[in-house]
């Protein structure tokens, strides 16, 4: 125990990190497809489209209108905000990082969707940018968690 406070490594504060990280982006992944699925059922994709298959992605994609597209970005700033915020306050330490690494693991997502098919161009934009207000709201949220466990 000694040793541990010498050099400065605190493994309850790691441990506290990491279930955090863990976490946060379990309930924010879990948030981002009931909130795509919901925003799915109030906007359902017009049916003369067919089905949605890899070759025909793209095709589909750019025939939406763009309140089909809403409930992905809304479910993506929701589930980065909501995964982040559970994240910093878990950890007690550090939200701003905290909300930033979460938002990161599901900004790769993003990224990843983006590229599997072609989206139109507001939304391959916009989409992504979307994580930095999240992350910030994130980080605001963890910080008035951490400070009413302090008083």
């Known amino acids: ?50 089905p949605i298959t890899p070759e025909r992605c793209g095709d589909v994609l750019s025939k939406l209108r763009p309140i089909h597209l809403l409930p992905v970005g809304v479910a993506w700033f929701l ?4 995964g982040g915020a559970l994240a910093g306050a878990v950890a007690q330490r550090r939200p701003l990082l905290h909300s930033s690494i979460v938002a990161a693991v599901f900004l790769a997502g993003a990224i990843s969707t983006l590229k599997q098919c072609q989206h139109p161009a507001w939304f391959n934009i916009v989409g992504p940018l979307l994580f930095l ?19």
């Open 1 to 50: 125990m000694a040793d541990s406070a010498r050099s400065g490594f605190d493994s309850v504060a790691l441990g506290r990190s990491a279930l955090g990280l863990l976490m946060g982006v379990i309930i924010g992944g879990i948030l981002i497809s009931m909130t795509e699925l919901l925003g799915h059922r109030l906007f359902p994709l017009p049916s003369d489209l067919g």
């Open 133 to 151: 207000p999240a992350t910030w709201l994130a980080s605001r949220m963890a910080n008035a968690a951490i400070e009413r466990n302090v008083r």
């Open 79 to 82: 589930g980065a905000s909501a």
